[in-house]
């Protein structure tokens, strides 16, 4: 079951990392995307831009850091849990706005970010209930296995920060 864990922790570091990495290359950007979605109101945007990049930087160190994971798959799970709420709201309503979550070109929320924010927090939930011990001890203990873990956990996150380019290419 750790290994398990290893390959979903490996995916939501890849996941929140990127995301994180896209904000900061153009966070006015993406907090008038928020604005644009009706969640947040003008003179709160930018606060809550910072806070989105700090709670997925959390994510991302509770994730990597020597304590347990859960810790970092719990916040995971309640981010996940609020985006995919947020998104259905934006798109449930029909507001044309931008999907700025991993920066790059803006693209409009559609059903397929809900679905990916659903994989996103059972991803983290699966993360939770599988592994208690921090990723150092179990990579010291099964390097082999655990790299393919990894692997996979890796491959599994550029799949799901790439749905939008595979949903267009298998329409």
Same mark, same amino acid.
């Given at each position: 079951?750790?290994?398990?864990?290893?390959g979903?922790?490996?995916?939501?570091?890849?996941?929140?990392? =990127?995301?994180?990495? &896209? #904000?900061?290359?153009?966070?006015? =950007?993406?907090?008038?995307?928020?604005?644009? %979605?009706?969640?947040v109101?003008r003179? +709160?945007?930018? +606060?809550?831009?910072?806070?989105?990049t700090t709670?997925? %930087?959390a994510?991302?160190?509770?994730?990597?850091?020597?304590?347990?994971?859960? @810790? &970092?798959f719990?916040?995971a799970?309640?981010?996940?849990?609020?985006?995919? =709420?947020?998104?259905?709201?934006?798109v =449930?309503?029909?507001?044309?706005?931008?999907?700025?979550?991993?920066?790059g070109?803006?693209?409009?929320?559609?059903?397929?970010?809900?679905?990916?924010?659903?994989?996103?927090?059972?991803? %983290?939930?699966l993360? @939770?209930?599988?592994?208690?011990?921090?990723?150092?001890?179990?990579?010291? &203990?099964?390097?082999?296995?655990?790299a393919?873990?990894?692997?996979? &956990?890796?491959?599994?996150?550029?799949?799901?920060i #790439?749905?939008?380019?595979?949903?267009?290419?298998?329409?």
């Amino acid at each position: 079951m750790d290994l398990l864990a290893v390959g979903c922790g490996v995916a939501l570091v890849v996941v929140f990392g =990127a995301a994180v990495a &896209g #904000k900061a290359r153009d966070l006015p =950007a993406f907090a008038r995307s928020l604005e644009e %979605s009706g969640i947040v109101r003008r003179r +709160w945007r930018g +606060w809550a831009a910072g806070a989105v990049t700090t709670t997925e %930087s959390a994510v991302v160190v509770l994730l990597v850091a020597p304590v347990p994971p859960r @810790y &970092g798959f719990a916040l995971a799970a309640a981010v996940c849990t609020v985006f995919t =709420a947020a998104v259905a709201f934006t798109v =449930a309503r029909r507001t044309p706005t931008s999907c700025l979550c991993f920066g790059g070109p803006p693209r409009t929320l559609r059903p397929v970010h809900v679905v990916r924010n659903v994989l996103l927090t059972g991803v %983290s939930v699966l993360g @939770y209930v599988a592994g208690a011990a921090p990723a150092a001890t179990v990579l010291a &203990g099964a390097l082999a296995q655990s790299a393919v873990a990894g692997l996979a &956990g890796a491959v599994a996150a550029l799949l799901l920060i #790439k749905i939008d380019d595979l949903r267009s290419v298998f329409r």
